[in-house]
């Protein structure tokens, strides 16, 4: 796996007071790395459905949501039982706990999968986050066979710590998407021009040579195949990764850091990790310079005017 610069700008309090942990966590990428490799094209394609690259957003996220839900229910029917004796709310939360422990399993695959591609502060506290998470199912898988064996009062004290592990864990997960921005499109924000505005002369761009170009601080990737111009957001929807060191595999670029696979056509995903796409734009040729300009929701319209080309593709006005 390609090594990444720190990306969040720094140790955090987490990495600094563990920082034996870090071996076992590099250990354990690599070997969720190396599984999913080993598996070719059919690997990629069972990782591209886990991190949710077909849905545009992290699956985890959605998953996550299952054990939580249910295992919140299954609290609130043990305390209903408590009240009222009645056996049917005893069943209720049995049923609860079974549905959020399967939940939970989707949930832990797909969040090792994106977890491989973390890097630091994140990697660590994503670490933590699916221990904490294990530790929370086994207190529900615990609580599970005590209330099968009759046991139901160590059952729902089992689940109660199973609750506030898993409580703790959620709370982490929090921290990764908000603190750290794990799952969120980093492209989210960019200033594109809305007018067009020239970025470099047409000359300078050779042929399927990925080239940064930059308009007020904002790096664009500009990509010319054949007789087409394309041009995206040069920083990468995933972890911002530098698509103009990406390689170029037909009409699409992957990035360095990765290997997330975009169209250069449209910016669409074709392989994660990214699950958002990469932000197109719209190129023209004007006076022998690279002209460039936001995708604008009347440009989706049929009629064009007739120098646009689509969006991500350029000719010669
Ligand atoms: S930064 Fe992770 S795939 Fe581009």
């Known amino acids: 796996m390609a090594t990444t610069p720190d990306i969040t700008g720094g140790i955090d309090c987490e990495e600094s007071r563990i920082p034996q942990l870090k071996p076992i966590e590099e250990t354990l990428q690599k070997l969720v790395h190396r599984a999913f490799a080993s598996g070719g094209e059919r690997g990629q394609a069972v990782k591209n459905f886990l991190n949710g690259t077909w849905i545009g957003e992290p699956l985890h996220v959605i998953l996550t949501d299952i054990p939580i839900g249910a295992w919140t229910v299954a609290l609130v029917f043990d305390g209903l039982d408590l009240m009222s004796h009645k056996r049917e709310f005893a069943v209720a939360a049995d049923a609860s706990i079974g549905i959020g422990l399967a939940g939970a399993v989707g949930a832990a695959v797909t969040g090792v999968t994106d977890w491989q591609d973390a890097d630091a502060p994140a990697r660590r506290l994503g670490m933590i986050h699916g221990l904490l998470n ?26 109660g710590l199973g609750y506030a592990v898993m409580s703790i864990a959620a709370h982490l997960g929090g921290k990764m998407v908000y603190e750290h921005r794990v799952g969120v499109d980093r492209t989210d924000g960019a200033a594109f021009p809305q007018d067009f505005v020239p970025v470099m002369a047409e000359s300078d761009l050779a042929e399927a040579k990925p080239t940064r170009a930059e308009h007020d601080g904002v790096p664009i990737l500009l990509v010319r195949r054949g007789d087409r111009i394309f041009a995206l957001a040069e920083t990468c929807s995933h972890f911002n990764g530098p698509l103009s060191e990406g390689k170029l595999v037909g009409d699409s670029i992957v990035c360095p850091w990765h290997a997330s696979r975009f169209m250069l056509e449209d910016g669409r995903v074709l392989d994660g990790p990214a699950v958002h796409p990469q932000p197109c734009l719209q190129v023209r040729i004007q006076n022998g310079q690279i002209e460039i300009r936001k995708l604008l929701c009347d440009d989706a319209k049929p009629a064009r005017s007739p120098e646009v080309e689509s969006a991500g593709a350029g000719q010669p006005a």
């Open 134 to 159: 294990v530790s929370a199912t086994a207190l529900f898988i615990t609580s599970l066979v005590l209330r099968k064996k009759k046991s139901r009062t160590s059952g729902r004290v089992f689940a």
